[in-house]
Nanobody, 125 residues
C-alpha cells in the first residue's frame, strides 16, 4: 500500500492550495480517512478526519471554514485549503485505516494504518 501526496508548495497568505492523496494497490475503505500536519519538532496534529461510522468530517478549529476534505472514487483524497495563513505552513500527511469498519471516532490508538510521505506547504505573509 502506498499513499502519495501532492499539491504542496509556496503561496502567499490568503492564497489557496489543493492537496491530493492517491492510493496505489489499495482502495480506501471509508472507515477512517484523514489529513494531518506536522510542524518542525512537533507531533502530528489532525487537520481533517472523515469518520466512517458517522459519515461526518471533523475539522481542527484552526481550519474550520477554510479547509475542505473530499474524496474521489476509492483511491483519492483531497484537502482544499483556502485563505491560507502563515501558521498553516507545515508538512501535510494523508492517512487511512486498513480496516473496513472502525467503531470509534478515529481518534483511538491504531485507527490509522497507512501514511503518506508528506507534502510541504509554505505560506508567506
Amino acid at each position: 500500500v502506498q499513499l502519495v501526496e501532492s499539491g504542496g508548495g509556496s503561496v502567499q497568505a490568503g492564497g489557496s492550495l489543493t492537496l491530493s492523496c492517491v492510493a496505489s494497490r489499495y482502495s480506501f475503505t471509508g472507515a477512517c480517512m484523514a489529513w494531518f500536519r506536522q510542524y518542525p519538532g512537533k507531533e502530528r496534529e489532525e487537520v481533517a478526519t472523515f469518520v466512517g461510522i458517522t459519515r461526518t468530517t471533523r475539522y481542527a478549529d484552526s481550519v474550520k471554514g477554510r479547509f475542505t476534505f473530499s474524496t474521489k472514487g476509492y483511491d483519492t483524497l483531497y484537502l482544499q485549503m483556502n485563505d491560507l495563513k502563515p501558521e498553516d505552513s507545515a508538512t501535510y500527511y494523508c492517512a487511512t485505516t486498513r480496516f473496513h469498519r472502525w467503531v470509534g471516532n478515529c481518534r483511538e490508538e491504531g485507527a490509522f494504518s497507512f501514511w503518506g510521505q508528506g507534502t510541504q506547504v509554505t505560506v508567506s505573509s
